[in-house]
């Protein structure tokens, strides 16, 4: 089965950059589009990047996503980082029959 | 405002059935495929299962698939998913979602619907 393997936690500083991975354990990545969201405690899920590096409205530009296929990964990247950009962040893409698929998440620590 | 308001989560027994509806405002809901995701207690997020824009295509993760069963009514602006034989590790919040950003490019997911399998 496809799946979708992140970092479980990252930390950094407040104004720094953070890179949060993504890796496919099959095939190729860039074969589907690789979304990603943002969840902060109590809260749903938010889109901050979808079709591998499009922001929707109101997503600031110091969110951005990227694909490398000879690493078989996804990455978004926060720069210039703020405390409320801590929150846990997934990616997701789907597998060759189409179904959805989740990465196990990464919490985003800004100390 | 785009808008999309989950409903009819609550508490049912092992092996009960539950019915879960979305109501979508703010967008043309029948020009979007759209996904069920869910997140049990403390854990991470589960993809559910699609069903494409005109309900031609739907699929369904393997967890749930022969269980449940998704459906939309377009002309209710309306997005279901009916779930039978219930099981313990259904209990989680469900959350319904379009496929893609809409038009406007906007960002939309309900709030969140929770369903808890319990004796």
């Known amino acids: 089965n496809f799946m979708l393997t992140q970092p479980h936690s990252v930390s950094e500083s407040p104004g720094k950059t953070v890179t949060i991975s993504c890796t496919g354990s099959s095939g190729s990545i860039a074969s589907n589009y690789v979304q990603w969201y943002q969840q902060r405690p109590g809260s749903a899920p938010t889109t901050v990047i979808y079709e591998d590096n499009q922001r929707p409205s109101g997503v600031p530009d110091r969110f951005s996503g990227s694909i490398d296929s000879s690493s078989n990964s996804a990455s978004l990247t926060i720069s210039g980082l703020k405390t409320e950009d801590e929150a846990d962040y997934y990616c997701q893409s789907y597998d060759s029959s189409n179904r959805g698929v989740f990465g196990g998440g990464t919490k985003l620590t800004v100390l | 405002e785009v808008q999309l308001v989950e409903s009819g989560g609550g508490l049912v027994q092992p092996g009960g059935s539950l019915r879960l509806s979305c109501a979508a405002s703010?967008?043309?809901?029948?020009?979007?495929?759209m996904h069920w995701v869910r997140q049990a207690p403390g854990k991470g997020l589960e993809w559910v299962s699609y069903i494409s824009s005109s309900s031609s295509t739907i699929y369904y993760a393997d967890s749930v698939k022969g269980r449940f069963t998704v459906s939309r009514d377009n002309a209710k602006n309306s997005l279901y998913l009916q779930m039978n034989s219930l099981r313990d590790e259904d209990t989680a919040v469900y959350y319904c979602?379009?496929?893609?950003?809409?038009?406007?490019?906007?960002?939309?997911w309900g709030q969140g619907t929770t369903v808890t399998v319990s004796s």
């Open positions: 979602a379009p496929t893609r950003v809409v038009s406007g490019n906007k960002d939309v």
């Open positions: 703010g967008f043309t809901f029948s020009s979007y495929s």
